[in-house]
């Protein structure tokens, strides 16, 4: 039984409704791509056994095609293969920021080698990083722009924050939610990340507040709003746990001295938690919140959290963002 057909079976103990399945390009569809490094090849791991190689179909083409002219300079270059282990890339669908990753503090042989390679290949930005270091050549930050409902919007990211995987479905996802909406008044977003779901979804509601604990993603988050003439979205620095506690006036946070949150009418919760799912605090809080939208990478603790929160599935998505894998992500509006 594939992945789809399991979780639209197990979906059918809590509801009659059938998913809207999207699914992915089989190829060329990651837009963030992690790999090992060895033996001067990127590995990765597939069926516990470690595989070599020069390039990768996965990730996105702007990405495939400069993989082996990239190997080629760190193979030719002793200061950037030497303790390397790690080579992360992420995309705009021209520019890619490489992130190598050591087991050695970066000199400055290695920032004169990592310089030649940007001036050698088009549209590439490098970063090192060791423990407790960052070396910057050129440019630390990725300009994304996310076409949506005849508007474009920019997004700005970092190798540090996350943003959705799937070059073709980030698009989609946001018009499945957009579509569902409902008497939307203000929002309230947990774990924001740097602005994936709240940018674009600024012009469907009044207000939105957004919450994240990753301080690169806030700061990211607030430079895009200003990139974008947003004047709807407030910001803060809070986890969950932390955002649910400062709505219930039990403790109050510094962060939050310049935001009046008497001022929004919430009709709709977002949450897009990590694969634990839901915290109890969380779960807690969405109770105050007429409709709940759920973004799931856990069809497990999806589940396992549709019963605690006690709502009824108005509608659901099902995006197969990892073609080949077992990995799903979910979409759901609750009442």
């Given at each position: 039984?594939?992945?789809?057909?399991?979780?639209s079976r197990e979906?059918s103990?809590y509801?009659?409704i059938?998913?809207?399945i999207?699914l992915s390009?089989?190829?060329?569809?990651?837009a963030?791509?992690?790999?090992g490094?060895s033996?001067?090849?990127?590995?990765m791991?597939?069926d516990?056994k470690?595989?070599?190689?020069?390039?990768?179909?996965?990730?996105?083409p702007?990405i495939?095609?400069?993989?082996?002219?990239?190997?080629?300079k760190?193979?030719?270059?002793?200061p950037?293969?030497?303790?390397?282990?790690?080579?992360?890339?992420?995309?705009?669908?021209?520019?890619?920021l490489?992130?190598?990753?050591?087991?050695?503090?970066?000199?400055?042989d290695?920032?004169?080698?990592?310089?030649?390679?940007?001036?050698s290949?088009?549209?590439l930005?490098?970063?090192?990083?060791s423990?407790k270091?960052?070396?910057?050549?050129?440019e630390?930050?990725?300009?994304?722009?996310?076409?949506?409902d005849?508007?474009s919007f920019?997004?700005?990211?970092n190798d540090?924050?996350?943003?959705?995987p799937?070059?073709?479905?980030?698009?989609?996802?946001?018009?499945?939610?957009?579509k569902?909406?409902?008497?939307p008044?203000d929002l309230?977003?947990l774990?924001?990340g740097?602005?994936?779901f709240?940018l674009p979804?600024?012009?469907?509601?009044?207000?939105?507040?957004?919450?994240?604990n990753?301080?690169h993603?806030?700061?990211?988050?607030?430079?895009?709003?200003?990139?974008?003439?947003?004047?709807?979205?407030?910001?803060?620095r809070l986890?969950?746990n932390?955002t649910?506690?400062?709505l219930?006036?039990?403790?109050l946070?510094?962060?939050?001295e310049n935001?009046?949150?008497?001022?929004?009418e919430f009709?709709?919760i977002?949450?897009?938690?990590?694969?634990?799912?839901l915290?109890?605090?969380t779960i807690?809080?969405?109770?105050q919140?007429?409709?709940?939208?759920?973004?799931?990478?856990n069809p497990?603790?999806?589940l396992?959290?549709?019963?605690?929160v006690?709502r009824?599935?108005?509608?659901?998505g099902?995006?197969?963002?990892f073609a080949n894998t077992?990995?799903?992500?979910?979409?759901?509006f609750l009442?």
């Amino acid at each position: 039984m594939n992945k789809l057909s399991k979780f639209s079976r197990e979906l059918s103990n809590y509801t009659e409704i059938e998913p809207e399945i999207h699914l992915s390009p089989a190829t060329g569809y990651r837009a963030r791509a992690e790999f090992g490094f060895s033996k001067n090849s990127y590995t990765m791991v597939k069926d516990d056994k470690k595989i070599y190689m020069e390039k990768s179909s996965i990730p996105h083409p702007s990405i495939q095609q400069l993989m082996p002219n990239l190997l080629s300079k760190i193979y030719n270059s002793e200061p950037m293969q030497k303790k390397l282990f790690q080579i992360n890339f992420r995309t705009s669908g021209k520019k890619v920021l490489a992130t190598l990753i050591y087991h050695k503090p970066l000199q400055e042989d290695w920032i004169l080698a990592a310089k030649d390679i940007e001036a050698s290949i088009e549209n590439l930005s490098v970063i090192g990083r060791s423990k407790k270091q960052k070396v910057l050549i050129r440019e630390e930050n990725l300009e994304v722009i996310c076409n949506y409902d005849n508007s474009s919007f920019k997004i700005m990211q970092n190798d540090l924050v996350f943003f959705q995987p799937n070059f073709y479905l980030y698009s989609l996802m946001i018009s499945f939610i957009a579509k569902q909406l409902e008497d939307p008044k203000d929002l309230l977003e947990l774990y924001c990340g740097c602005g994936g779901f709240t940018l674009p979804l600024a012009s469907k509601f009044k207000k939105i507040f957004a919450t994240e604990n990753n301080r690169h993603s806030i700061r990211l988050l607030k430079e895009s709003i200003k990139l974008n003439n947003l004047s709807n979205i407030e910001t803060a620095r809070l986890s969950d746990n932390e955002t649910a506690s400062a709505l219930a006036n039990e403790r109050l946070f510094r962060r939050l001295e310049n935001v009046d949150m008497q001022s929004y009418e919430f009709s709709h919760i977002l949450v897009d938690p990590p694969r634990a799912g839901l915290s109890a605090e969380t779960i807690y809080l969405s109770k105050q919140f007429k409709n709940m939208i759920y973004i799931s990478c856990n069809p497990e603790t999806f589940l396992r959290d549709i019963v605690e929160v006690d709502r009824k599935i108005e509608s659901i998505g099902i995006f197969d963002q990892f073609a080949n894998t077992g990995h799903l992500e979910i979409i759901a509006f609750l009442k």
